[in-house]
């Protein structure tokens, strides 16, 4: 089993600590190096690996400090390797990936980006979405088109409802205003920003969400189409 630490870094950014029970330790998204080392000396562990979902740099920018301290491997998309600097081992869907003894389900999710991808970690019950799925939201189409993003969305909205979903970015309550406004009468939505107004008054993370609270209350999850999915992303690029 694998314990995660939210790690915020930048302004909104989350990079996630895992621990596995093995001793084996992984860091996801690391968009800067500062805070992860801080709690990885705090509790006096060492590195093995860090996974990128995809390359920005908001997402990427620790990997090299990361990797020149503690010798960790850089794993990510093996679309996105001439795009992530210093990366070790590319991923693709059909790879054989595990970590920390638990067998990891890669998910190739393009939208957001071309080559970017989901860490699924079925016996820990996690999934790490990057900027594809955000609680009460999902990723702007930088690079792929609304048909390719509703895909991609359709194959994480597969895994069972009490996956923990862990996600790139603190966006939550913002998401859930525009879940609102494209759903006013939505009353999951309506208790579920309760809930996150309270966390974020307190300055604490939202994060994770469940596969059941975003089917719930996600407009772009809810969206029923590829068309319609497109139509709401158009909406929220300007909202
Ligand atoms: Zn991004
Ligand atoms: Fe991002």
Not at 39 to 48: F, G, M, P, R, T
């Amino acid at each position: 089993m694998i314990n995660v630490t939210i790690i915020p870094v930048l302004k909104d950014n989350y990079a996630y600590l895992l621990e596995a029970d093995n001793g084996e330790t992984a860091i996801v998204d690391p968009g800067e190096a500062g805070p992860a080392i801080d709690v990885l000396e705090q509790k006096s562990i060492k590195l093995d690996t860090i996974l990128c979902t995809h390359h920005h740099a908001d997402h990427i920018a620790g990997c090299a400090s990361l990797k020149e301290k503690y010798g960790a491997k850089i794993i990510g998309p093996e679309k996105d390797a001439a795009r992530i600097p210093g990366i070790d081992i590319g991923l693709t869907e059909d790879s054989d990936f595990s970590l920390g003894g638990e067998s990891v389900t890669i998910f190739e999710t393009p939208g957001h980006t071309t080559g970017g991808i989901c860490y699924y970690f079925p016996e820990s019950t996690l999934a790490f979405t990057g900027d594809t799925l955000f609680s009460m939201g999902c990723g702007r189409l930088f690079e792929g088109t609304p048909e390719q993003m509703w895909e991609s969305l359709q194959k994480i909205m597969t895994l069972p409802d009490d996956i923990k979903v862990y996600c790139g970015h603190e966006y939550t309550q913002d998401g859930g205003n525009f879940s609102l406004h494209i759903e006013p009468d939505n009353e999951d939505t309506k208790i579920r920003m309760e809930d996150v107004i309270r966390l974020r008054k307190q300055g604490k993370p939202t994060i994770p969400s469940t596969i059941a609270l975003e089917k719930k209350t996600n407009p772009f999850l809810r969206a029923g189409s590829a068309q319609r999915f497109g139509e709401i992303r158009k909406i929220k690029d300007d909202f």
